[in-house]
Structure formats: structure tokens, C-alpha cells
């Protein structure tokens, strides 16, 4: 079910209803949630639901052996057999066949003829997320960060809350298990800010992300593009997975909110940044957390010396990378993001505060490093990376040119815009923030041009697929 | 114990409230309410702009076929200098070449090809319109069909529709069901096909959109070659599909009367059938073509029949069964040329 459908408009809408005669009692609000998830997953597909309850219940019942255990070596058994499966069921559904089909490529590059049988899997829609979420909590309960939970039901709404489920954020246990076993309060201003979230996360989907899709498969679906299409074709992909997965994230935490919930926040104006480090506290930060938490950290962080560090980064944001698909076009987005981390990492260290032309300058640098990242991330092979590169030498303008210009102006300027507002007003809710008549002014006219531009097939988000 | 204490918990959420609402009705009518009263001023605005005049007429070129409908419709009804006018299905489009058919023919011609969607009496549309804007000018018009054309049992109801809508200057009607509806309802449709689609160009699909880039463009190129359009594509004979049992639908009798109704008289209708990839046809299909096209020609009434054109051509001239490429439309048009240049003798 997607949010940018009329089903999902009914689902919620009644939904609502139910919550509202929910209110008097958590359990029964907590069943609501979680069968609700459940409706809200299994409208894909319900045979991977089972899929979803089996990591739900595996991990709530580690996580009640590792905290009754107090022997290291039976919790480290537990941690191990819990990560397994978790990494297993992902290993298994998302990368077997990448596996499969690299393995078969490197053996024929050493001579040896042979031909892989890749298996016919379908990928479960949000393992990715889930999978993440259900390892932190485990993580945290054998770290003793947090005790595990007794409360089933919450655990389960915890890991299925259907404002996040398949795409994120990936929320921490820490923050977000505990709302469940507590009466949330929903404000005025709460019920504010999730209206506004919800319409600005919908605009972005619908108005940006999905009128920029044509144009970025016009020019990486072409066979030889030319280089200015090229560089048009990687700035309108930047905008429309921005505002494909920043506009579901805006969704997810609108939702919860005018359920009470608080989702943490996934995007802080990457397209600010300065410096690589600084994109990836911007950009995904639920992700980006994660894998400092659990995997950069837990490999020893910048504990162990400069090459170590530099090693660690790299690791981390490889990881990373393949965390988003089973292709190297991903492991290589992965490895040119850890490699700016690592290059920049000295020079941020020792350099001294820079006025307004160095930081435009930083800016420059930055984003032209991120788009290059963004080429490499929406090619999908190596060749594709080859011929795209290659293009971008040959200065030939289409006949086409301007009304592809024309159009990316219409459909990013907005975004934009609204970024540079959101970042000069120093507030991401500036908008919910503003007196009632102006806010529902813009509200009204954001309803206008997602009615306008919403499609008879809903598109799916992108980072569905990951 | 463990289990008392547990039971004790779930007693004590069952007695925890879910959640606490710490606003009115009248607030939550404002936050909720208020955008959606501004979407339905706004809604109620463009209605209101339509019906009094102050919106542009709609034109709605929001993908291939509707710009296609409205760049062929809006020429039928310019004042032009074209004698001769083509008109057929998207074979007829793609497979003749109004620019070099005109050199050819030394005289002026202008291709009105739809889509196999529509049905003759559509095309009759355009020839009647056409021969109403440029009284005494037209002198012949080219029924071009495919075979593939000839045995659809029914013409597309959302292009007919479109074609109507835009030739009496309505508005697109809802499709899509409970969400078209609303959208529609809403002034969705108004505001794409009176503003956003005169604005902003559509990006066309796949190698349609690589090879003519955006609705506009398409448009531009369609008035830069009188009418004709070029299939980008390749034949691909292993992926064709379907067969080549082609047969005259019965619909086309009385369709055909109502063509021959709006061609005016003195206009000489000529009619022809265009080619089929050579690989996909039995050996009977030249014979089977012409039984086909002398049958339609006598519901058509039909003045000349364009019985010399080839009835199947090789496949690497073809973009898909029913379009040349640009190389065959070259050659098709040669032959056409000839062919008529003996039908139209005086």
C-alpha cells in the first residue's frame, strides 16, 4: 500500500476511526497498530508477512534471554544466533543472486567456465529497514543500553508501525518502543506539524519526485547521452530521490505524529552541506546513525590510529552502500562517499572557520562530490558509470535541451526555494509555525498541485526496493 | 512471579489510556479543515474561470497520443495549401512522408495519420474540417490503413472521446475512477490541460522521449514535416507478436459510409493499405491484401485503389509490425508516390 494512493487514503481514514475508538485503552490501540501494520505490509504481498512476525518474535525473545543471561559467552551465542538469522533472511532475499552472479564473474575472469543458476527470489518490500531496526534493539539490549521489553504487543507494534515499515526511519528501540507502552499525547501544535509534514512529504513525492522521474530515465536510460544531458539528467536524480524518499520520511513522521508518535528526523537539508561528513549528518541519518552506532564504532572507530580510522570509514560506507541493493554501482557509491570522508577528513580537522566565499566554495566542492556519488549510485553497473563519465566530454545540446531545462526548473526551483527558506529561517517547521490563515494558504495550495499532478498509477518510492 | 508481575502490567495498560487529544474540535477543524477549504476555493476558482472565459481554451498535449490528436486536429482546421491529405492510422503517421510526398507529387500535401484507436468516421472528422477551412483547395485524400487496422473489432472510446473533447473545446473527461472522479472534481483537469500542459512540456516515454525529447518538441516536429512523425524503434522479429491472419472487421462497412460522407465532392478518395514486415507474413499475404483492400474500397466507394503498393517490405526497414523506420518511410513514400501519380491520372 502506498502512501500516494486513494487506497491508503481509505485505510487511514478509517484507520483514524478506529484509533479514536481506541482511546480509552493502550492494549487496545497497541492490537490496533499492529494489526493495522500487518493489513498495511500484507497488501504487497502476504506471504512475506510471516517473514515480518518471525524477525519480530526472534528478536524479542533474544533480547529476554540476553537479559536474564549473565554468562559472556552464552549472550555473545544468543547476540550471534539473533544477528545470524536477521543478516541470514537479508543475506538470502536481497544478495544471494548478486552473489551468485559476482562469484560466477570472477571464476570465469580465473578461467573457470561456469553457469550460474540465479534463484528466483522476490525482495520482501522494507527487510532492509526492518532487518536494521530489530538488530538495534537486540544490539542495545546485549550492550545493556536498554532492558529488554516484556510487552509483546508493543514490540511488535514497534518493529510494524506502518508510518515507517517500509522505508524508514530506522528507529532505535530506545526512542521509540517506549511510546508505545504510553498514553501519547497528541497538541494542537503536534496535530499542526503532522498536517504540514504530511502535505510537504506528499508534494515533494508527487509533485517532485514523480514529474523528475521521466526526465532522469530519459537521459540514463539513453543509450549515448549527451554531456550537458548528463549533468541535467544527475541533478534532476539528486532532487528526485531527495524528494522521493526525504518526502516519505516527511510523510512517516507527519502520520505518527497525529497519532502521537514522534519519529526521529531523516533529512536535515543535505543539499546545505559543506563537506562530505557533513551530507551524511543530513542525508538518511537514521541510516547514517546506524552505521556509526552499530558497525563504525563497534569496528573500533578513530580509537586505533589514523589508517585505522581511514580503514573504518571506508568499511562503514561500503557496508552502507550495499545496504541499498545488490549491485556494485551501490558498493561504488559507498566506497566514493567513504573515500570524501576520509580525504576531507584532515583538512576539516585543521581548517580554520571559513568566511562566506570559502564556504560557497566548501558548498561547490561538496555538492559536485554528492552528484558525481549520484551518477554512480542511479547507473547501475560499471559500464553505464563508464559511458555516462565518458559523456560528459562530448558538449552536444539536444534539440530537446530546452524543454528539458524548462522542465527541471519547474520541478526543483519550488524544493529548492523552500530548502533555502527552511535553512535561512534556521527551521526545518518554519512553515507550521506561521500564523493559521497564511499556513493554510500554503497548505491549500501545496492540495492544489499534488490534486494536479497526482498520477493514475501511483509510483512507488524508491527507496522501496531497497 | 515473573508471571504475576507481567500480568500485573498488561492489567495496568489495560487501564492506560491510548492517547490524550490536548485540542478542541474548533482547532482541529482549523488545522485540518482550512487547506482543504483553500483546495476547494481554489478548485471552486478554476471552475468558475473556466466556465466565464478567463482560463486559455484546453489543449490538453499532456502525452504522445493526446498531442498527436491535437497537433493533427488543429491543422485540420488551419487555413493550409495542402491539395492532397493523407489520413489513416498511426501507419499512415509513420510511414509517409508528407515533405517528400510533396516534393514527389509536385504538389501540396499534408498528413493527418492518427492512431489505430480512432475510427474512420474520426478521420472524416478531419477531412470534413479540413475541406471546410480551405474551401476548393482540397482535391484528393489518401485512406491509409495497416492490416493490423483492418481487424480491430473496436475503436478506443478514450481517444474518440479525446479527439471530440478537443474539437468542441470541452474540457478532458474524469477516467481513473474514485481518484479521476475527485481529481476532476477538483479542477484537476482544468488546470492540467488549460495551463500546465500549455506550459510545461511532458516528457515523451522511452525512445519516443530520447528521439523527440517532450510534448512541445514533438509538436514542432510534426509542424516542421506537414504532419508526418518518424517511429524511432527496431524491428525486432524474435519479440513480435501476434499473427498475420489478417481480415477485414465488419464494423468497416458501415464506418466506411460515414468516411465517404465527409469527403466533399469532386475530391477524389483514394485507398491503400501499408506494409507489413516481410518475416511475419505467409506467402499468401499479398493476395489476402488484395482482396481486403478491393472490398474496402467498394464500401468506400472509393475513387482509385492504391493496388501497387508493396503489401509487405524487409523487416530491417521496419521499427515494429505496423511502422517503417525513417529508411522505409523514404522508400514507402517513392511508392506511394509512383502509385498515386497512376491512380490520380486525370
Known sequence: ?466 | MGGTSAKAMTTARTHLRSHQCVFTARDLAAIAGAPLGVLLLLAALFHLAAAAGWLPAPRPTLDMDRTLLIHQADSSRSRLDAAVILVGDSSCLMDVSAPDLTRLLGQSVLNLGLLSYLDLPSFGILVRNYAHANPARLETVVVLLHPESLRLQAPSAYHRAQLEDYLSGRDARATGGIGGRLQTALGANLARGRLVARLIPTPLSGVYGRFYGFTHDFSRWLEAHRGSAIDPQRFDRARAQGNAEYRLAQRLESESRLLRQCVPSGVRLVVGLTPVPRSFVGADHDATCGRILEQWAKWLKADAVLAGLPASMPDELFASVTHLTAEGQTLFTQRLAAELQTAVQP
Not at chain 1, 132 to 137: A, C, R
Not at chain 1, 212 to 236: C, N, R, S
Not at chain 1, 344 to 360: F, N, Y
Request: hydrophobic share 55%; charged share 15%; net charge positive.
Open chain 1, 1 to 466: 500500500m502506498l502512501f500516494n494512493s486513494v487506497v491508503f487514503l481509505q485505510f487511514f481514514g478509517a484507520f483514524l476511526l478506529l484509533y479514536y475508538l481506541a482511546r480509552n485503552n493502550l492494549v487496545a490501540r497497541n492490537v490496533l497498530i499492529v494489526l493495522a501494520s500487518y493489513l498495511f505490509y500484507g497488501w504487497w504481498d502476504y506471504r512475506f508477512l510471516s517473514l515480518l512476525v518471525f524477525s519480530s518474535l526472534l528478536d524479542y525473545g533474544v533480547a529476554r534471554a540476553l537479559d536474564r543471561c549473565a554468562i559472556p559467552g552464552h549472550r555473545k551465542l544468543w547476540l550471534a544466533l539473533s544477528l545470524a538469522t536477521s543478516l541470514g533472511l537479508l543475506g538470502f532475499f536481497k544478495y544471494c543472486n548478486f552473489f551468485i552472479d559476482s562469484a560466477a564473474v570472477l571464476l570465469t575472469q580465473l578461467g573457470l567456465h561456469v553457469e550460474p543458476r540465479t534463484l528466483n527470489i522476490v525482495l520482501p518490500v522494507g527487510i532492509s529497514f526492518y532487518t536494521f531496526q530489530t538488530m538495534s534493539y537486540t544490539l542495545d539490549v546485549y550492550r545493556r543500553t536498554m532492558p529488554a521489553t516484556r510487552d509483546l504487543l508493543g514490540f511488535l507494534a514497534y518493529v510494524a508501525f506502518f508510518p515507517q515499515l517500509v522505508a524508514g526511519p530506522i528507529e532505535r528501540a530506545s526512542r521509540l518502543l517506549p511510546q508505545f507502552s504510553q498514553t501519547r499525547v497528541i497538541t494542537r501544535q503536534r496535530l499542526i506539524e503532522g498536517v504540514w509534514l504530511m502535505i510537504w512529504g506528499m508534494f515533494k513525492k508527487v509533485v517532485v519526485a514523480d514529474n523528475l522521474a521521466p526526465l532522469v530515465e530519459m537521459v540514463f536510460d539513453h543509450p549515448a547521452p549527451a554531456g550537458p544531458m548528463v549533468i541535467l539528467g544527475t541533478v534532476a536524480f539528486a532532487f528526485q530521490i531527495y524528494g522521493d524518499f526525504s518526502g516519505y520520511s516527511d510523510i512517516a513522521r507527519g502520520l505518527a505524529s497525529v497519532l502521537g508518535f514522534e519519529l526521529m528526523l531523516n533529512f536535515n537539508l543535505p543539499y546545505a552541506a559543506t563537506s562530505p561528513r557533513d551530507f551524511w549528518r543530513r542525508w538518511h541519518i537514521s541510516l547514517s546513525t546506524w552505521l556509526r552506532d552499530y558497525l563504525y564504532i563497534a569496528l573500533g572507530g578513530n580509537r586505533r590510529g589514523v589508517w585505522r580510522t581511514r580503514f573504518n570509514l571506508l568499511a562503514t560506507m561500503l557496508l552502507g552502500g550495499l545496504w541499498h541493493g545488490a549491485a556494485w554501482s551501490f558498493v561504488l557509491w559507498g566506497l566514493w562517499h567513504g573515500l570524501g570522508l576520509v580525504l576531507t577528513r584532515p583538512a576539516q580537522s585543521h581548517a580554520p572557520a571559513a568566511g562566506p566565499r570559502g564556504r560557497l566554495l566548501r558548498w561547490a566542492a561538496t555538492m559536485l562530490f554528492v552528484l558525481y556519488g549520484w551518477l554512480l549510485f542511479r547507473a547501475g553497473s560499471f559500464a553505464h558509470i563508464v559511458d555516462l563519465t565518458s559523456a560528459l566530454a562530448c558538449w552536444e545540446w539536444p534539440a530537446w535541451g530546452r524543454s528539458y531545462l524548462m522542465n527541471l526548473m519547474t520541478f526543483t526551483l519550488p524544493l529548492a526555494l523552500a530548502q533555502l527558506g527552511q535553512a535561512r529561517a534556521g527551521d526545518l517547521m518554519a512553515p507550521a509555525r506561521w500564523p493559521a490563515s497564511s499556513r493554510a494558504l500554503l497548505q491549500g495550495i501545496l492540495l492544489l498541485a499534488i490534486v494536479v499532478f497526482w498520477q493514475k498509477e501511483a509510483a512507488p518510492f524508491i527507496y522501496f526496493q531497497f
